[in-house]
């Protein structure tokens, strides 16, 4: 008897495994970046390219950076929902413009509408690097104190604005600067 | 027109041959480098990090604009001197362990590393406690009964087996 239950147990461990695995996204990797304050950066703004922008100047408000280009498919999709967050005016969205080029950038925003405050350009990318930016659209969601207090990877859609950044948004806003 | 076989292996053939072509390198960047040293330390830290965009690919093999970006930083670490432990740092840092493809030796990654060794002893311990039952058992011993009955059946069946072939 016990000869047959073994490897059936066994066998059984392994597919609760397998399919827990089924479960999980393999394009999610968690980011060494949780907890650790934004990589600092200088970079030209779209619409103002003598001007720079750096995240030094929004110490002491909480604030979203927006990993996007005009060619992905993802940044298109979540594009009326960051819309929508900025227009009920709670938390200032930066857009990343990543490895894009400036014309196609402006003429989408122009089309689509610009859900941005300040919109920077990473033309060669290196920001986007520091950031550990390795699929556009990402989200990074930085504390009063400029630490990045969470991440997301993929478009966002209203169960993550809704359910999960908005309600950590109000905390932060608490949180001493 | 009638293709003679020898055309078609040489089709064949160039077919095979076209499709190693691609699928060799990605990672053709000229690069110059002051030593060989620098070059083979280049060409071994490619080969080390994964891509992010295609995970189940390295630099090296990568196509990607991600991937060619982080080659442009790893030469211009490389050749400003970085150690290799740097260059993976700094990597690191940026998009976890995930991107070393012989990952370090540390809580998260003990069992990966411990758990092919612990397999392997439970395999040995199970192999040896059976040869070790196995020497253990008796060898059966029939009485005149059983051999009686074996015998009988014995010559039942070769009696069956003499009529199926008869038929």
Redesign the interface.
């Known amino acids: 008897m016990l000869k047959f239950l073994i490897p059936l147990l066994l066998f059984i461990i392994l597919i609760v495994f397998l399919a827990i695995g089924l479960t999980n996204d393999p394009r999610y990797i968690p980011s060494p970046l949780m907890e650790k304050p934004a990589p600092e950066f200088t970079l030209p703004r779209l619409y103002a390219p003598t001007a720079t922008f750096s995240p030094e100047l929004l110490k002491g408000k909480v604030w979203l950076l927006n990993a996007w280009t005009s060619d992905c498919v993802g940044c298109r999709q979540e594009h009326p929902h960051l819309l929508e967050l900025a227009r009920q005016d709670i938390v200032s969205l930066v857009g990343l413009n990543y490895r894009d080029s400036n014309q196609l950038a402006k003429s989408l925003l122009e089309q689509t509408g610009n859900p941005y405050r300040i919109v920077v350009t990473d033309t060669k990318g290196s920001v986007g690097i520091d950031y550990g930016v390795y699929a556009v659209p990402e989200t990074f969601l930085i504390d009063r104190k400029g630490i990045i207090r969470y991440k997301h990877i993929g478009p966002l859609g209203p169960d993550e604005i809704y359910g999960t950044l908005l309600p950590l948004i109000k905390k932060l806003k608490q949180e001493p600067a | 027109m009638k293709l003679t076989t020898q055309t078609r292996l040489s089709a064949v053939i160039l077919l095979i041959l076209s499709s190693l072509a691609v699928s060799v390198q990605a990672g053709v960047e000229v690069r110059k480098f002051s030593s060989d040293e620098q070059e083979r330390r280049y060409h071994k830290l490619i080969d080390e990090l994964r891509c992010?965009?295609c995970?189940n690919q390295n630099l090296a093999d990568s196509d990607s604009?991600?991937a060619q970006?982080?080659r442009d930083?790893v030469y211009q670490m490389v050749t400003t001197d970085k150690t290799d432990q740097e260059v993976a740092n700094y990597m690191?840092?940026?998009?976890?362990?995930?991107v070393l493809y012989n990952p370090p030796l540390n809580s998260i990654t003990s069992i990966l590393w411990i758990g092919p060794i612990i397999g392997l002893l439970v395999a040995i311990f199970l192999l040896l406690y059976n040869i070790a039952r196995r020497n253990k058992a008796k060898p059966v011993t029939l009485s005149e009964e059983d051999r009686k009955r074996t015998r009988k059946l014995l010559e039942d069946d070769s009696a069956d087996d003499q009529k199926d072939d008869d038929k």
């Open positions: 992010l965009v995970q604009q991600l970006d982080l930083k690191v840092e940026r998009y976890g362990e995930y």
